[in-house]
């Protein structure tokens, strides 16, 4: 029997884990500093509706969901991002009118497993439902943008591109069409056979780039209404301090995006995988799956890609450290006392000697450490240089201040 988990997938534990909780700890607050409530929807959806949702000749589709058939002969598939599934759960729900959701979990997607290319990932992701104006793009992108300097992503640089809409993309893919058609032998394969799917998709094809440095962008054939909302998001983003690049060659890789579209890129990773997120528009999406018209705007950010760019030091597991010269009991008690006082504390509970405590405190990183000594309430508490005799009680505030 091997322990190892499936191909592409990871067990995290301490203290890379350490940091994992930290990173989903600040997505809570920033998710709800901007007013966006928690949704959670089911792991697996019927498969139907990533199809419609997604695309079907979306790479994600074509090759790399997970689909099952269940019990009931039902076509089941894991969720392999989020947007889809919060879409149906916001049209189920019956609401109307502005309406925000903010998601945080496991997707899956069949890919050739690498550094920050997983086949079970995790995603931290917002949606912003029945809202058309410029502003919402904007406020999305800053919450995005906010987080990830939060967490210390170093780097970071996020990228903007408009797609148009159902007004304007048509004319500009036939444009781009025929400007890919008369370099059909310049072409990747990948890249010939989208040529009449959606030559948009080629636009990022890292192996056409020579091909496509001259192609016709559609930031220049955008429609008034779309160039109008653009440009709005784009004085927003100033107007927000956010510094952006624009990038005519941003398509992202599902189908189901109009008009903005973004990504946070940390220049740092290798260019492969050195997209921490992205998102954008997609007015068409909630018809697309068989409901009302509800345009909105969202974003996915990869944690595994954040934790590979931070390199931040994983921080440890306890604020403090219980050394016990009188047994793990008296240990379990005073340690009890700490942590209702809402400190973080671990200790022995296996009565070893006190330098093998003292190593194991070491060990965890915990930055206070508190000595239990044999003779009555004193305890002996270090913090940096700093150390102190005081009573049990006085600890929590001592170290407050401290911590
Ligand atoms: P997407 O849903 O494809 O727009 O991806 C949004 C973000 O999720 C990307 O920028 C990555 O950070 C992350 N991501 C997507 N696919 C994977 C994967 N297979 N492994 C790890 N992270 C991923």
Not at 121 to 140: R, S, T
Not at 161 to 177: A, E, I, K, Q
Not at 196 to 211: E, F, M, Y
Request: charged share 25%.
């Amino acid at each position: 029997m091997s322990f190892r988990p499936p191909k592409g997938t990871d067990d995290i534990g301490a203290p890379e884990s350490n940091r994992w909780r930290d990173i989903l700890r600040q997505w809570d607050t920033w998710a709800d500093r901007f007013g966006y409530p928690l949704v959670m929807t089911p792991i697996f959806e019927s498969t139907d509706l990533f199809e419609r949702g997604v695309g079907e000749d979306t790479e994600v589709v074509t090759k790399q969901m997970y689909t099952f058939t269940d019990r009931g002969g039902r076509s089941l598939t894991l969720r392999p991002e989020g947007t889809a599934g919060v879409v149906r759960a916001f049209l189920d729900s019956g609401a109307r009118g502005a309406w925000k959701g903010a998601y945080s979990g496991p997707m899956f997607r069949h890919e050739r497993p690498q550094a920050g290319r997983r086949r079970q990932f995790w995603q931290l992701g917002v949606e912003y439902l029945d809202v058309e104006g410029p502003a919402a793009d904007a406020e999305v992108i800053e919450l995005g943008y906010r987080f990830l300097s939060a967490v210390d992503v170093p780097g970071l640089k996020v990228v903007v591109n408009s797609l148009g809409d159902t007004v304007c993309r048509p004319g500009y893919m036939t444009t781009l069409g025929s400007y890919l058609e008369e370099r059909r032998e310049m072409l990747c394969d990948d890249s010939l056979a989208l040529i009449d799917v959606n030559p948009l998709r080629i636009l990022d094809c890292t192996v056409c780039a020579p091909v496509l440095a001259d192609a016709p962008a559609m930031k220049d054939h955008l429609c008034e209404p779309c160039a109008g909302h653009y440009g709005l998001v784009k004085k927003s983003l100033d107007g927000l301090s956010i510094p952006f690049e624009e990038d005519a060659r941003l398509v992202r890789g599902l189908d189901y995006y109009t008009r903005t579209a973004f990504e946070y890129i940390a220049t740092q990773l290798d260019a492969a995988q050195n997209a921490v997120g992205g998102g954008g528009r997609y007015d068409g999406l909630a018809e697309s799956i068989g409901g009302r018209r509800a345009p909105g705007v969202g974003f996915a950010l990869g944690v595994d890609r954040i934790v590979l760019a931070s390199g931040k030091d994983a921080g440890s597991q306890a604020d403090v450290y219980l050394v016990s010269e009188t047994g793990p009991e008296n240990a379990l008690i005073a340690a009890s006392g700490l942590r209702l006082a809402g400190l973080s504390v671990d200790f022995d509970t296996e009565g070893r000697r006190v330098e093998a405590q003292f190593k194991s405190a070491s060990r965890t990183g915990a930055r206070a450490l508190v000595v239990l000594k044999g003779d009555g309430d004193e305890v002996d508490v270090r913090i940096g240089g700093e150390r102190e005799q005081m009573g049990l009680d006085a600890v929590p505030e001592w170290l407050g201040d401290r911590l």
